[in-house]
């Protein structure tokens, strides 16, 4: 099985930054597309960001020029740098992971969340 920890939510002010952090662990012999979605109080789960395996990437609109994803596959991490935060940034933040285990199995991982809240 494969597990995803993630960590660096918080709360910050309006213009601040986070630097989110998705460590994969477990039985893996490969990590394909890495991904940041986030859920709002009463909105639906967005897409804010996704890396594929050969590095490329893509953006919600509402997070082009702020946020930045990118992936170190000697540690297994998928990260979101965060600047220019604003209020309507605020929701809980999952990573989810497409990985092919050691058995042979290829499917998608998603983290435990994170809370992000910007407010002054």
């Known amino acids: 099985q494969v597990q995803l920890v993630e960590s ?10 986070l630097r989110l952090s998705c460590a994969a662990s477990g039985s893996i012999l490969s990590l394909r ?3 940041w979605y ?7 789960r967005e897409l ?3 890396i594929t395996s050969g590095g490329s ?8 020029g702020r946020f930045t994803i990118s992936r170190d596959n000697a ?3 998928v990260y979101l740098q965060m600047n ?3 209020p309507e940034d605020t929701a809980v933040y999952y990573c989810n992971v497409e990985a092919v285990s050691a058995f042979g199995s290829f499917r998608d991982y998603w983290g ?5 809240t910007v407010s002054s």
């Open 8 to 17: 660096g939510g918080g709360l910050v002010q309006p213009g601040g930054s």
């Open 48 to 50: 804010v960001a996704v």
């Open 33 to 35: 597309n890495m991904a």
């Open 112 to 116: 435990q969340g994170t809370q992000v």
């Open 75 to 77: 540690k297994k991490t």
């Open 57 to 64: 990437t893509n953006y919600a609109d509402s997070v082009k």
């Open 84 to 86: 220019g935060l604003k």
């Open 38 to 44: 986030r859920l709002a109080p009463g909105k639906q």
